[in-house]
Structures are given as structure tokens and as C-alpha cells.
């Protein structure tokens, strides 16, 4: 029969813990006896509550106890010790007489309790303090002073945060303000303001004005109408390598009226990591109103009353013309037909364009006389050589002629005066040569017989003129010292050349044929005809040969010694062959 034993168990676990021959209960500690609760009174306790203490204390304190009396309590259960649960279980014969057990589990939640004692928090105040301020009171004051705070604190925020706004945004502005297009802007504002007050001179320099322009009371005034009426605008000036130079020109209604120059003093650091340029003004000047216009060479373009000379392009049909006055230009410009316009840099202009290329002696005509200045001129080669002694041989004149009308009517008139019929020749032609006469000019003084000169030439040229060294020393009196034919004939006179000419009689009138054409007078001291020559060469009784000479004698009068005296002759100039 098996013995009943006793097992102590937890009573959070139904496990045997550990077995014992005796039994040892649990033993309960609490503390004996309660220690009084002290309290020490606020520092600034108002002055009833201090009464109310000191009159009643008994009231005071038995009020306080009883407050405190559920705290206490509570405290006490909690270091109470664990319940231990005891079951019967049946006797076991490795055991023998039953014994009590005492799980170690309890020691610990003993000693867990004892802990928690320990760490119990303190004793509360004494209660009567609390009665008289009560919990809601010391709340509405941390809530005051919470707000007070947060108060201060937003507001010093606010203030910091528009400082900085306002650092950043004076910082901006700086830089705005010191961009090199801001500065122009500010100098543009500032002649605009000297303008409205009739202080110009505070934003100009009027010493450099009077002495480029010299202008007058009147024209000052119109100086600062024109800025006051006008749009004033600017544009950088390119060209400059250096990275530290700028330059811009402003304008009034597109005309350059200022210059402005400024250079780089360097980089500013602003906020550490920020850094701008700062420029100072160089220069600035007042340039009046100057521009440069580009039209065709043919127009005559005037700035008022005051005829404008244009500088020629690279292609030479169109010119540059610089304007420059203090006021305001009133450009005009005008073809060879006498239409005119006022120019505008934003107006679009048609011409009908004409190519007409002629001797510079001819006369082309709109309604007027079209100035030869308007033509290109370069030299006629066939006159390369008279011109050295003539200095009104003509040129070869090429007009680039825009005119604005739809249908122009020109007219051409040649070296004689007399009209040229162009009619079929259309917008575009070339007309070279002269217009001759059958006879000498009248105009010409001394006219020699270019006959004679021209045969005593052809004699020369065939070995037949006689005189030492065939005959140079003769002609030579019909040359210019010096010359380009003068050389070319003593070289014939001195060469082996004209010792091959054949053997051969002449008849007693060499020339068969003698006749002189097309006059053309260049100047009173020079013309030309076309001469035409034939004479026979026997060389057997059965072989002629027939010399024959057909071109254009170039004659000028002129002196060609270094005598002393003004003793001038006729001469050939040049000889140019005339192609049949």
C-alpha cells in the first residue's frame, strides 16, 4: 500500500521543485512598523495656506493621512509575499515518510519583494499642501510658461528668418545690380532723370561735347529733347579679347548716341560659396548720334543740307557712309532719276539694278547727270602707255546703279556728245572704244600731220629711211625720250632683225594707198586716228611684196628734253594694231 507524501508547488508551477525531509513554511516579512511621512513645505507658500498649517495642525494632519492612507496600501500589497498552493499526492516508497518541500522558486519572488521594497517610490507630500494648491493650478502655470516660451521662441525665430530673407534678398540684389547689362541700364537711367530735370551736364561731360561738336544753345536743347523722345537701348560691342574688358554702345532709335567701357576689379566672395564680379565704369563718352549706313555707291546721301561721302565696299558697288551730329540725323538718300527717301535702319528699300559698263568719257544720264564718282574706274589697257603722257585718257567706268523707281529711263551719251541708243541693250551692257570724226579735232593745237609721221614710220620699218643707223637718228625726232616705242625702235635699228629684211626697190610714191580715220581727241594735247598704209616691195622683177600698215597712231604734244626750255613736239605715243 503506497504512503500518501506531501509536495509544495508553486502556484504558477504544478511541478515538484525539489523534495525535502522537512518542511520549511515560507516566512512572511513585512516591515513592523509604518514610518511617519515627512514633508517639507514649498518656499514660496502663499501666506493663508501658511496660516491654516500653523492654526489647525491637528485638522492638517489627520486630513493628510487619510489621503495618503490608499497610497500606503497599495504599496503594501505589493511586496506581499506569493501564495503557495500545497497538493496531495500518493506515498512513494523511494521517499519514504512524507516530507515538506519548499520550492526555490519562492526564495526568489521573496527576494524579487524585498527589491521592490526597496525601490517603493518615496513617501508623497503631506496632503494638506495639495489640497490647498491643487493639481489644475500648477498645470495652468507650466501651460503659461510653456506658451510664454514657445511664444519667445517663434517670434526670435520669425525674426532671424527675415534677416537672412532679407541678407539673401539685398545679396541679390547686389549682384543684379552689378551685372555689366545693369550698369549700363543705370547709366541710361541716370541720363534720362539729368534730361527731365534740364541737367544734362550732371550725366555727361559737357566740356567733351563742345569741343567734338561745338553745338549750340539750341542744338544742346535738341540733345536732350531727342534723349527725353527717343527709345534708349544698348548693344555690347564685340571684338575684344579681353576677358576683363566690356564695352557697349547706346542708342537712340538705333542710332549710337554713347559709348560706355568697364573693366573688372576682381571677384567678392559673399557667403562663402558665392562669389560676382565687380565692374567699374572706364570710360564713357557722348559720340553725338553716329551710325554707318551701307547703300549702293549710285545714291547721293545727304544728313540735311550736308552731302555725305561714302567709303566703297570690297565689290565696289556699294558704300559705307558714316554719320555723325549731336542731334538727331535726318538721313535722306537719292538716286540718279532724283527720287529721294529718308532713311531708316528698320525700312526696306527696292532698287532696280543696273550694270553698265563704258569709257569714263561717256555721259549717263536719270533726270541729271549721273557723277562718274558712283562709277568703278580702272585703266583701259590699250592706253597703258599714252596715259603716262595724257592724264585725260579715259577709263573704263563700271556703274552699279540702283535706282528706286520701278521703270527708270536712262540715257547714254558718248565721248562726241551725241546720244547712244541703249534701248536694246537692256539693264546690263558693255560698250568700249571711242566715237571718232573723218577729221583733226578742233579743238586740238598745233595738229601735225600724222600722215607723214605715220609713212616716215613705215619707211623706217622696212630699212628704207636712210640716215645713220638705218635711219634711227631721223625718226627719233617723231619719238617721245624714254618711251616704250622709242626703245622698241632702237632695238630694230641696232638688232640683227633688220639686217634679214629682203632686198627691194620702191616705186618713186612708195605708198600706194595713205589714208587717215576715225579722229578722236582725248585733250588738246593728244588724239588718235586710225592710219592705213600700202606700199609695194619689189624684191625680183617678178616677186612684189605689199607693206601694209592698218593701225590707230596715238599722238601727244608734249617736252621731251631737259634743255631748260619749253620747247614741245609732236610725238608717237603708242602704235595698237587694229584687228580686221
Known amino acids: 500500500m503506497k504512503k500518501n507524501v506531501t509536495y509544495y508547488y508553486d502556484e504558477d508551477d ?36 501658511k496660516k491654516t498649517v500653523e492654526e489647525k495642525p491637528a485638522e492638517v494632519k489627520k486630513a493628510s493621512e487619510a489621503k495618503a492612507a490608499p497610497t500606503v ?30 520550492p526555490s522558486k519562492v526564495e526568489a519572488e521573496t527576494k524579487r519583494a524585498e527589491k521592490a521594497v526597496k525601490k517603493a517610490p518615496p513617501a508623497p507630500p503631506k496632503m494638506e499642501i495639495e489640497e490647498l494648491f491643487p ?10 510658461s510653456f506658451g510664454l516660451s514657445f511664444i519667445i521662441y517663434i517670434a526670435v525665430l520669425l525674426i532671424l528668418s527675415v534677416f537672412c530673407i532679407l541678407y539673401v534678398r539685398g545679396l541679390l540684389i ?87 567701357a568697364m573693366r573688372s576689379k576682381g571677384k567678392v566672395a559673399k557667403l562663402v560659396i558665392f562669389t560676382m564680379d565687380v565692374w567699374e565704369i572706364e570710360e564713357f563718352k557722348v559720340t553725338g548720334y553716329t551710325m554707318d549706313v551701307s547703300l549702293p555707291r549710285s545714291l547721293t546721301v545727304k544728313n540735311g543740307d550736308a552731302i555725305i561721302e561714302g567709303v566703297p565696299a570690297e565689290d565696289e558697288r556699294y558704300a559705307t557712309y558714316s554719320v555723325s551730329s549731336l542731334t538727331m540725323p535726318e538721313i535722306t538718300f537719292t538716286d540718279v532719276m532724283g527720287n529721294t527717301k529718308s532713311y531708316s535702319d528698320s525700312g526696306e528699300y527696292k532698287f532696280k539694278e543696273y550694270l553698265i559698263s563704258v569709257p569714263s568719257n561717256y555721259t549717263l544720264k536719270g533726270k541729271d547727270e549721273i557723277p562718274l564718282s558712283v562709277a568703278t574706274l580702272s585703266d583701259i589697257s590699250d592706253y597703258r602707255y599714252v596715259s603716262e603722257y595724257c592724264e585725260e585718257m579715259p577709263k573704263k567706268a563700271d556703274y552699279s546703279l540702283c535706282i528706286m523707281a520701278d521703270e527708270a529711263q536712262l540715257s547714254l551719251y558718248d565721248n562726241n556728245g551725241a546720244e547712244v541708243d541703249i534701248s536694246s541693250l537692256g539693264n546690263s551692257f558693255t560698250l568700249e572704244g571711242q566715237k571718232g570724226s573723218d577729221t583733226m579735232p578742233e579743238n586740238v593745237v598745233n595738229a601735225p600731220d600724222p600722215l607723214a609721221i605715220a609713212k616716215q614710220w613705215s619707211l623706217f620699218m622696212t ?27 632702237w632695238k630694230w ?35 588718235s586716228c586710225d592710219i592705213l598704209l600700202e606700199k609695194p616691195m619689189y624684191i625680183t622683177r617678178a616677186n612684189t611684196v605689199i607693206d601694209k600698215i592698218y593701225s590707230t597712231f596715238y599722238f601727244v604734244y608734249c617736252d621731251d628734253t631737259d634743255n631748260g626750255r619749253d620747247d614741245p613736239h609732236w610725238a608717237i605715243a603708242d602704235i595698237q594694231k587694229i584687228a580686221e
Not at 504544478?14 to 525531509?21: M, Q, S
Not at 497599495?74 to 519548499?102: F, L, M, R, W
Not at 582725248?522 to 588724239?527: K, L, P, Q
Open 493 to 527: 635699228a641696232t638688232g640683227v632683225d633688220i639686217t634679214f629684211t629682203s632686198p627691194h626697190t620702191l616705186a618713186k610714191n612708195p605708198f600706194t594707198t595713205a589714208e587717215a580715220s576715225n579722229f578722236v581727241s582725248y585733250s588738246d594735247t593728244c588724239f
Open 174 to 260: 547686389d549682384y543684379e545690380a552689378a551685372q555689366p547689362e545693369n550698369i549700363v541700364m543705370s547709366k541710361i537711367e541716370e541720363m534720362t532723370k539729368a534730361a527731365e530735370k534740364g541737367k544734362i551736364g550732371s550725366a555727361v561731360s559737357l566740356a567733351e561735347v563742345m569741343e567734338k561738336f561745338s553745338p549750340t544753345e539750341k542744338e544742346l536743347k535738341e540733345f536732350t529733347d531727342d534723349l527725353l523722345a527717343s527709345e534708349i537701348t544698348y548693344k555690347k560691342v564685340s571684338g575684344s579679347a579681353d576677358p576683363d574688358y566690356i564695352a557697349f554702345d547706346i542708342l537712340s532709335d538705333n542710332y549710337k548716341m554713347a559709348h560706355l
Open 135 to 144: 493639481a489644475e493650478e500648477k498645470v495652468e502655470k507650466k501651460r503659461a
Open 463 to 489: 630699212d628704207d629711211l636712210g640716215g645713220k643707223t638705218h635711219g634711227f637718228y631721223n625718226m627719233e625726232k617723231n619719238l617721245i625720250a624714254d618711251s616704250y616705242l622709242r626703245e622698241v625702235a
Open 73 to 102: 496600501k497599495k504599496a503594501a500589497e505589493t511586496i506581499e509575499a506569493p501564495k503557495i498552493q500545497i497538493a496531495e499526492i500518493p506515498y512513494n516508497k523511494e521517499y519514504g515518510n512524507p516530507v515538506s518541500v519548499v
Open 14 to 49: 504544478a511541478v515538484p521543485i525539489k523534495k525535502r525531509k522537512k518542511a520549511v513554511p515560507l516566512k512572511k516579512e513585512m516591515p513592523e512598523k509604518e514610518e511617519p511621512i515627512s514633508f517639507t513645505p514649498r518656499k514660496n507658500i502663499s501666506p493663508s495656506a
